[in-house]
């Protein structure tokens, strides 16, 4: 079983910034892969971010260039930096592990960008 806590969701004005932290339970380098969702209010969870165990990552292309999604070993953190952001960045943003053939979910951090 992983534990995923998500934490750094907030208000920010449009042409923000915020940094998301997800901490995991058990060491990063166990696994497989990290990523960031986010779901708007009446839509469907859409993926943006995902960085693997030796640090690959990749981005949805509404987020890319303005978010940056890291990790701190030392932590068992994931974060995910956003800049420049849109009201339409405005979700609830969840971290997901995959550890074997598992993945799980935390509970979600809400974002809201807003004037």
């Known amino acids: 079983q992983v534990q995923v806590v998500e934490s750094g969701g907030g208000l920010v004005q449009p042409g923000g910034s915020l940094r998301l932290s997800c901490a995991t339970s058990?060491?990063?380098?166990?696994?497989?892969?990290m990523a960031w969702y986010r779901q708007a209010p009446g839509k469907e969870r859409q993926w943006v971010a995902r960085?693997?165990?030796?640090?690959?990552?990749n981005y949805a292309d509404s987020v890319k260039g303005r978010f940056t999604i890291s990790r701190d070993n030392a932590k068992n953190t994931v974060y995910l930096q956003m800049n420049s952001l849109k009201s339409e960045d405005t979700a609830v943003y969840f971290c997901?592990?995959?550890?074997?053939?598992?993945?799980?979910w935390g509970q979600g951090t809400q974002v809201t960008v807003s004037s």
């Open positions: 997901n592990a995959v550890w074997g053939t598992n993945a799980y």
């Open positions: 960085i693997n165990n030796i640090g690959t990552t």
């Open positions: 058990i060491s990063l380098f166990s696994i497989n892969a």
